[in-house]
């Protein structure tokens, strides 16, 4: 079983659902991601996305934009990122970490050696926000040889027909983008969910997390109530911004909180 | 196109939106399903013939095709090689070649039943041709333009307002047309349900590239028809600027199966190919993907894309519509470059010697031809794209030459 169905299978069995923060590596600096990610995980993560800067993240609101460049500027590079992974996984063997991020720098350093290294490096899964069904075939292959997980975005726009296209040849849990735009934006309310989430459970066994738009621990809440996990971004990057990690570590205390307060079948 | 022989180089792209290994669908799962239903419009819109008889309207009646074939002959002249005619894409409506894009994709959009435009924009010219579509249709209308832009094509940004268009200037990155197609990409994403976004070149996730140079073809297609009943055949060589390649794809096209053409595209060489400021994704790049295709792109050696570079916004664009990259590969196409004073040299040139001020995009092509022209004998013709005219450009040129307005 990989690491990501590990903690699935763990949290159906404490009748909870999952919290997954996000960082986006090297923003502002190495140290503060490296920091953020032990830290995150103590403090109650389940997962931890970790975002790969890119110049033209095009499904990225200005938040995500803006520590992308951060990143950039701090000298990061897929090969830097890995090594922070490998750092990270010295110390923490269960903590499953998806990578998202864009196609051109992985293409870039060629998709059969990322793969290979990513895997090597401690890596559970990939999400490829501009990797569509359609061209799949340009990555699957290499990542399930090295057994990654490829995490696949469904929108409110994914028909049912297409959610079956979509949902083929996805691992590890399918990431539900609950609304029409861009990240850090809009955030869909309880009755969206209650209206799209069983749509999705209909077609597939996957976990299901939700992310852009989830802020606050009573949204998370609301999120794992109808799905299985919830996944949150902007809002932690405004927060290093505006006060340090620290203040970051605190909130995701509290989403944690959010997250474990609701009790769901197992 | 179903009269082309197998080994035609007009058949492409294939079922998955690809000329070669170029092209694609690199876009993310929410506008996916939109990409699917566009490409579906336009299959049935192409299949039916009340969709042309509209657009050969709008072609005719208000773009005022076919435009003219000029015998640039003082410049020939001038010159002392080649015979040079220009295809004057310049006496269009809103002055380029833009517009004939723009009619043929808002005809699709009306059919689809969107309600609300979008567009990005580097000189402006897209952004003019498709707010004035827009005025023209009473749809309202969202261009998004690099800030930087938005500062050295003033005259259009105001054009676009007068249309009746918002025009967002956009500030991240170095603000110029790759920002701005970002943001209408987000744009887009935002507001799936009611918005069309009129994509400007030849590049973009499949069907754009295909479409826009659909409707780009006209070019070609009427230059081949006006030489014809001129020279009584077809020309030596056939000549345009690429940035995205919208120009060059539309006078190339309707060449590719002719083996006796050569086709050379014009790349902005800003500062020198030498140098790290230019725009050459081509003869600089290599292959990537950007923007929902896989294609040459600036990029550094960890794939983040690198800024462009040219005195000409249009052009300004550190990746190429993906047939050209396939064109570039197959060696079907040369793609040379011109520097910004070449390209400034030829601008003062042609305003000279023919009475027509060319646009700085189409002065790069112009420039090709000052050094190829005279290299080849008076029986040789040279067909050259002069995709727009330059009066957007008449402040910024003053500027590089010193002069105040």
Sequence with gaps: ?266 | MNDLTPNSLRAWPDARGRFGDYGGRFVAETLMPLILELEAAYRTAKADPAFQVELDYYLKHYVGRPSALWHAKRLSDDLGGAKIYFKREDLNHTGAHKINNCIGQILLAKRMGKTRIIAETGAGQHGVATATVCALFNLPCTIYMGAVDVERQKPNVFRMKLLGAEVVPVSSGAATLKDAMNDALRDWVANVHDTFYIIGTAAGPHPYPELVRDFQCIIGNEAREQLMEAEGRLPDVAIAAVGGGSNAIGLFHPFLDEPTVRLIGVEAAGKGMETHEHAASLNKGRPGVLHGNRTYLLQDEDGQILEAHSISAGLDYPGIGPEHSWLHDIKRVDYVGVTDDEALAAFQLCSRLEGIIPALESAHAIAHVVKLAPTLGQDKIILLNLSGRGDKDIFSVAKHLGTEI
Excluded: W
Excluded at chain 1, 78 to 100: A, D, I, Q
Excluded at chain 1, 104 to 127: M, Q, T, W
């Design chain 1, 1 to 266: 079983m990989s690491r990501i169905a590990g903690v699935f299978a763990a949290l159906r069995q404490e009748g909870r659902g999952a919290l997954i923060p996000f960082v986006e590596a090297y923003d502002p600096d190495r140290e503060t991601s490296l920091l953020l990610l032990r830290g995150m995980a103590e403090k109650g993560a389940d997962i931890i996305e970790i975002g790969m800067p890119f110049t033209d993240p095009m499904a990225d609101g200005p938040t995500i934009q803006a520590a992308g460049r951060r990143g950039l500027l701090a000298g990061a590079t897929l090969k830097g990122l890995l090594g922070l992974v490998h750092e990270f996984r010295r110390e923490n063997r269960h903590t499953p970490l998806v990578l998202m991020g864009y196609l051109n720098p992985i293409c870039s350093y060629g998709v059969k050696r990322f793969c290979e290294d990513a895997a090597h490096a401690g890596v559970d899964g990939l999400i490829i926000v501009d990797l569509p069904p359609e061209e799949a075939d340009l990555v699957l292959p290499d990542a399930q040889a090295h057994g990654l997980d490829v995490i696949r975005l469904i929108a409110p726009t994914t028909s049912d027909t297409r959610l079956k296209q979509v949902l083929a040849g996805s691992s590890g849990f399918v990431y539900y983008v609950s609304i029409t735009g861009i990240t850090g934006t809009r955030t869909a309310s309880a009755a969206d969910l209650a209206r799209d989430i069983p749509r999705i459970r209909a077609a597939t066994d996957l976990p299901i997390a939700v992310g852009f738009g989830v802020r606050t621990p009573e949204q998370a809440a609301t999120v794992v109530a109808h799905a299985d996990a919830a996944i949150v971004a902007s809002v932690l990057i405004e927060t290093l911004c505006k006060e340090n990690a620290e203040a970051v570590l605190r909130d995701v205390r509290a989403l944690a909180e959010g997250v474990k307060a609701v009790h769901k079948a197992a």
